[in-house]
């Protein structure tokens, strides 16, 4: 066991994990910060992400120790300090973003990444940027919409509700 | 105008806020204070004599608690079939045993061999490599084709061959099936594969079970559609466990669509194993352990032949069906070709005589039962697809055709079983054509060309039969469960209410869209409404949540429930006014007299039901009803869509361009959820026309094992999609006039992607008549040079 | 995963250390390596994480024109670093992967493992770059050995890879739909002194050089130049996704969409 110490959602964390500790073992397993989710096991899927340091990861395809020392965010960080949901989440919410939500908070951080890089993207740029997140209910039309919204953008004219 | 809130208003979710904030609470999620975990010997070969398993070295590992074997199982029962099909000479299908861990041979990769539950996953994984199993090789049998030859290799030796049952519905007399072809005016005939897919809901499967000795209590959790059904299989023919004993629990549930509706061996292992360890025991399936362990979907391999007279009318269909069943039954596998497939291929169109011949095979790959859409999605490929080919054929536009042939007296008896209530096939056209602009295609056509690109237009209809039903009739055809729904309305003492509902939500906003419903009658603030689900010990029954059935079934159940709760209430209100019963109206939360000023407010009832100082001495205290209902028949939704590719001549890479969906759901609720369950389910059919492919080498060997190989959907392979429907003939048969619209999508996209890339390549000269799906670059190009 | 000891040293000559024990491995990052651990494919006594040497990390322009890569260097910093330097080279890294495996992935890592269907051994050979370790210098045409074989040496790192600036270069990627590697990538490089074309996905051995469509090439730079070439399909690879056949049409297809790229 190696102790590996990290902030994690602006908390300072610590504990004793393997080598083989992956991230998000850490931070569902030793913090219970559970709404990383995992969905496969080649790095594909992308309901793993957290940010380290700033960018987005896939928490599931690396190591506890490789994070030592680093800051990380989850989505049980992303919400407001008083708990209302910020401008991506609201956007989810409002277009329907999400259905069964396992995805969910991999697209959330995902986005954040995104906008953080690319404040108002294209809709064929947001189509790019989602290549390493697998939804598998909403065919992706609502999360494309919910993020072109989040990004101030009008969607008024774009199909359906 | 939009309504903002009950029936008609796009609520939004109020589940959204803790998936949004990481606050879901998925089976994987739950941990049991000192919970062992199990890991799973799965067959690396397809199909094998087990010789013997020593699990000795295993035992002695680091952290083991216990090693299990088929041997532990002799006893215990297997996991069950739900569906007893009849086959056409009047015998039951070929029903093999299906043990928790294989016994005497295992029959697909991913066939359970040994579990070794141990005090960390790691530690179960390390010892499962210490044992040593013994087999002996056999013949992979993989072709169903080869398969049902006399003398093939046997998937299970007891049987008499590798067929399940050979079944057929409508026109039994050859003779004059035959001869409707024969004196047609242009048959046309369509060799298809319907190919074989894997649901992939992006949660895995997980149960967690645990015991507790002093009580003989068990809970298990799992990542189910219907706890219920998984209560009832797992405790009357598995383990053998009094139900009020077992509680199970599908707490929030990462997708299902269809994959999650089955009892699986490893929710049976887990449970059985909590009480042979004393102690809870988790399995967490990988992604890769799902792709040999979940059940798959589809696999049919069919000849279809249409019969046309001199004036362009159907009036002949016939089908010969492969359908593959894979190594065992699962739960409901046996429905999926017959009663859910069989049944569809009237689609849209008054044909006369119809034949429908299935023969359902054993081979050595995963169980395939039923995934988004079940059978449907494969009646529909196979019409749609032999449509196309006639209009193509016979040089008339295939709209024009398919028009010529709707169905347009309601109700409708089809030749193969089903009585259509209602439906506006034209109705849907129309919308589509509009919303599609189908007449503005020669433009885009020629704007795709002039960039080098072929550019199709296909066209799809379909026809659904959701909500399954009634329970007496589906019996007489085999099915070994009722499949009505329950809902109990419990009104609390100020007002508010819970709703404990049998049906479950696991993507498809029941939490916001139901309470709409319940709000509505009463005239009171949605929020007031909320509802449980998921717990065997919190409602009252439910069969769960598949084949597009919750609003239209337990949605019914609910409305009954709270139609009781207002005739009580009302009987209050009656009290408390010092008016006749009769008298009472029920508007936006108050009760009144009729033609007085005089009223009480719906939470003053309420609190007279509990505090019932001022009250009817007739009247029971309490204010909580519960109803089961049983639909009189099945709902038909039904729609047209198209879709526009361009396809690269170069590379043979198709591109979706446009996608336009016009469906006939029927009353809706909530029209934000409809749109979105629309979009997923076109998702879907889009990966399933292009991308997806469950293939397996002649060895067994499952070559499309993890998402490396097996190709998802992902936002850049799709369009925005234009979803319409507005064309709405409600169904006349349940309260809510609903039909259901979560399979929709699944079974109306494939055909009018594979009709589009098809008019793409004729378009440019090439004389293509059909690709097998996943259309995928590599053959879309084989087919534009062959 | 088996488990093993985690190293993570912050100099080259303490990584080349710490690779010295028995079955050490190194670790980039991990992108390809931790699946393959998942799946108990391999079993390190120690990962040696080569993510905390800053010396191997970064894009910077030599004196004569060429840029080098740290081997610790993300393909996302590729893709925004070598934008300016290296165009060809800055895309390429830009569509290996999905955004989150860019941040994490490194050149050194996949030219390392060099998988058949990897984008980065189609710019390292197709540029001719020189592969620098903390031992040698191996020119690109040297350095690929087929499947998942490098002339690396057991503990051998890869601490920058050297790019010779071609006048124009592409790189043409069409994706294996799942995985979204290269179902054939085509890096094409032109170079005052020649064209050099490189393919990734295709070949059953591996990335190789074209070297038919180089010399059509080298005597005339137009994608007409290619028409009458075929690739022979014996050598390509045949899968799910594609057959040999395909394959080889692609190679053609996707050179000649690097030669207009470049005109």
Redo the contacts between chains.
């Keep these: 066991m190696t102790q590996v110490s990290m902030t994690v959602n602006g908390k300072s964390v610590s504990g004793d994990v393997e080598g083989r500790t992956l991230l998000s073992s850490f931070l569902r397993d030793h913090l219970s910060l559970t709404g990383t989710h995992v969905g496969c096991d080649t790095a594909q899927c992308g309901a793993c992400v957290v940010h380290v340091n700033g960018e987005a990861v896939k928490s599931c395809n690396m190591l506890a120790l490789e994070a030592d020392g680093s800051d990380v965010g989850t989505i049980e960080g992303q919400a407001n300090d008083d708990g209302s949901l910020n401008t991506i989440q609201q956007a989810f919410q409002d277009h329907h973003g999400l259905q069964c939500g396992f995805c969910t908070p991999g697209m959330v951080m995902s986005t954040a990444a995104l906008l953080k890089d690319n404040p108002r993207p294209t809709e064929a740029e947001i189509r790019k940027y989602l290549e390493g997140n697998l939804c598998r209910c909403t065919g992706y039309h609502n999360i494309v919409k919910a993020i072109m919204a989040a990004s101030g953008q009008d969607v008024s004219s774009i199909a359906a509700e | 105008m939009p309504k903002d809130s009950g029936i008609g208003a796009s609520s939004k979710r109020r589940e959204d806020v803790r998936f949004l904030t990481g606050d879901g609470n998925y089976t994987d999620d739950i941990n049991v204070a000192g919970q062992a975990y199990v890991h799973f010997l799965r067959s690396d070969i397809a199909h094998a004599r087990i010789k013997s398993v020593d699990t000795s070295a295993a035992e002695g590992m680091p952290g083991v608690v216990k090693v299990f074997t088929g041997k532990d199982f002799e006893g215990v029962g297997g996991m069950p079939c739900g569906w007893e099909v009849t086959d056409k000479h009047g015998a039951p299908m070929q029903e093999p045993p299906h043990p928790i861990l294989a016994q005497g041979k295992v029959r697909h990769v991913g066939d359970p061999i040994a579990a070794v539950v141990a005090d960390s996953l790691e530690q179960a994984r390390d010892a499962a490599e210490a044992i040593d199993v013994d087999i002996e090789e056999l013949p992979a049998v993989m072709d169903m084709k080869v398969a049902a030859q006399d003398g093939a290799t046997l998937v299970h030796d007891d049987l008499k061959n590798n067929i399940c049952y050979d079944w057929q519905l409508g026109e039994a007399d050859d003779a004059k099936v035959n001869e409707v072809f024969a004196n047609a005016a242009h048959v046309t005939t369509l060799d298809l594969v319907n190919n074989r897919l894997v649901a992939n809901p992006m949660e895995p499967r997980v149960a967690v079970a645990e015991y507790k000795r002093s009580t003989d209590e068990y809970t298990l959790y799992t990542t189910s559609q219907n706890p219920h059904v998984i209560r009832l299989l797992m405790c009357a023919f598995v383990l053998g466990l009094p139900e009020h004993k077992v509680r199970v629990v599908a707490p929030d549930v990462g997708g299902g669509f269809g994959t999650k509706i089955f009892h699986y061996a490893e929710e049976a292992f887990c449970t059985f194993a909590a009480k042979a360890c004393n102690r809870a025991v988790k399995w967490s399936a990988s992604r890769s352990e799902a792709f040999m362990s979940d059940a798959h979907g589809r696999d049919h391999v069919s000849t279809i032949e249409l019969a046309l007279d001199g004036d362009n009318n159907f009036v002949g269909l016939r089908t010969n069906t492969y359908a593959n069943l894979g190594a065992y039954l699962s739960t409901f596998s046996s429905s999926v070709p017959t009663w859910l497939h069989g049944t569809l291929m009237a689609g849209n169109y008054k044909t006369p005589v119809i034949q429908v011949n299935v023969k359902a095979m054993f081979t050595n790959t995963v169980p395939v039962d039923a995934y988004r859409g079940a059978g449907r999605p494969e009646a529909t490929f196979q019409l749609e697809r032999v449509v196309d080919k006639a209009a193509r054929e016979l040089g008339v536009d295939p709209v024009a055709l398919r028009r010529q042939n709707f169905i347009t007296q309601f109700p409708y008896d089809t030749p193969v079983a089903l009585t259509y209530d209602t439906g506006d096939y034209n109705g849907t056209m129309d919308k589509l054509e509009t919303a599609a602009d189908l007449v503005g295609f020669a433009a885009r056509r020629a704007e795709s060309e002039a960039k080098g690109k072929l550019r199709g237009l296909g066209i799809n209809c379909y026809i659904e039969a959701c909500g399954i039903a009634p329970s007496n009739i589906v019996g007489m055809l085999g099915a070994r469960a009722g499949l009505y729904d329950a809902a109990t309305v419990r009104v609390n003492a100020t007002g508010s209410i819970s709703v404990m509902v049998g049906a479950h939500s696991h993507g498809q906003g029941h939490e916001t869209a139901f309470p709409q419903v319940v709000a509505d009658m009463i005239g009171i603030d949605e929020s007031m409404v909320e509802i449980v689900h998921g717990d065997t010990s919190k409602i009252p029954f439910g069969m769960g949540t598949y084949g597009s059935r919750s609003l239209a079934v337990c949605g019914s159940a609910m409305v009954k429930a709270t139609e009781k709760v207002i005739e009580k209430a009302k009987r209050i209100a009656a009290h408390l006014l010092e008016a006749s019963e009769a008298d009472i109206e029920l508007k936006d939360g108050q009760f009144s007299v009729a033609g007085t000023d005089k009223s009480v407010a719906w939470g003053d009832v309420t609190l007279t039901a509990y505090v019932p100082h001022n009250y009817p001495l007739e009247v029971e205290p309490g204010l909580e009803e519960t109803a089961f209902y049983d639909p009189a028949n099945f709902t038909f939704p039904a729609g047209a869509y198209a879709c526009e590719v361009e396809v690269d001549p170069e590379t043979g890479r198709v591109s979706i361009e446009a996608f336009t969906a016009a469906d006939d759901f029927g009353n809706i609720v909530n029209p934000m959820i409809v749109d979105g369950q629309v979009h997923g389910g076109i998702g879907q059919g889009i990966g399933q026309a292009l991308l997806e492919n469950c293939a397996y080498d002649e060895n067994g060997q499952l070559l499309s094992a993890s998402y490396m190989d097996y190709a998802m959907p992902r936002a850049d392979d799709v369009p925005f999609y234009a979803v319409d429907h507005s064309s709405q003939t409600p169904c006349t048969h349940n309260p809510l006039g609903v039909k259901g619209c979560g399979e929709a999508g699944a079974i109306g996209s494939p055909p009018a992607v594979v009709n589009a890339v098809l008019d793409a390549l004729n378009s440019g000269g090439k004389a293509v008549d059909h690709i097998d799906m996943p259309m995928s670059p590599s053959r879309v190009w084989a087919a534009m040079n062959s | 995963?088996?488990?093993?000891?985690?190293e993570?040293p912050s100099t080259v000559a303490d990584a080349v250390a710490a690779l010295g024990v028995e079955d050490a491995q190194a670790?980039g990052g991990?992108?390809t390596l931790?699946?393959t651990?998942?799946?108990?494919l391999a079993s390190p006594s120690v990962?040696v994480?080569l993510?905390g040497i800053a010396e191997m990390k970064g894009v910077c322009v030599d004196d004569d024109g060429s840029v080098s890569i740290g081997g610790a260097t993300t393909h996302?910093s590729v893709a925004t670093e070598a934008a300016g330097s290296y165009p060809a080279l800055a895309a390429l890294a830009g569509q290996i992967?999905?955004?989150?495996?860019r941040?994490?992935g490194t050149i050194g890592g996949s030219v390392a493992n060099n998988d058949p269907a990897a984008c980065y051994p189609a710019g390292v050979l197709g540029s001719g770059a020189t592969i620098i370790t903390n031992a040698r210098q191996i020119a690109a045409d040297d350095f690929f050995e087929g499947l998942f074989s490098t002339a690396l040496d057991e503990g051998e790192i890869i601490t920058s890879i050297r790019f010779r600036v071609p006048q124009a270069a592409s790189y043409q990627k069409?994706l294996q739909?799942?995985?979204?590697f290269a179902?054939v990538g085509v890096y094409l490089a032109r170079f005052a002194d020649g064209v050099r074309v490189a393919v990734t996905g295709a070949g059953d051995d591996g990335v190789f050089r074209w070297s038919e469509a180089e010399e059509a090439l080298n005597k005339e730079f137009r994608a007409d130049a290619l028409m009458d070439l075929r690739i022979n399909p014996a050598n390509m690879i045949a899968?799910?996704?594609?057959?040999k056949?395909?394959r080889a049409?692609?190679v053609g297809?996707m050179t000649k969409r690097a030669v207009e790229a470049c005109m």
Excluded: T, W
């Design positions: 995963m088996y488990n093993f000891e985690f993570k670790l991990g992108q931790i699946p651990l998942k799946q108990r990962l994480s993510s996302a992967g999905d955004p989150a495996v941040n994490r069409f739909p799942a995985s979204r179902l899968d799910l996704h594609g057959s056949d395909y049409h692609l297809v």
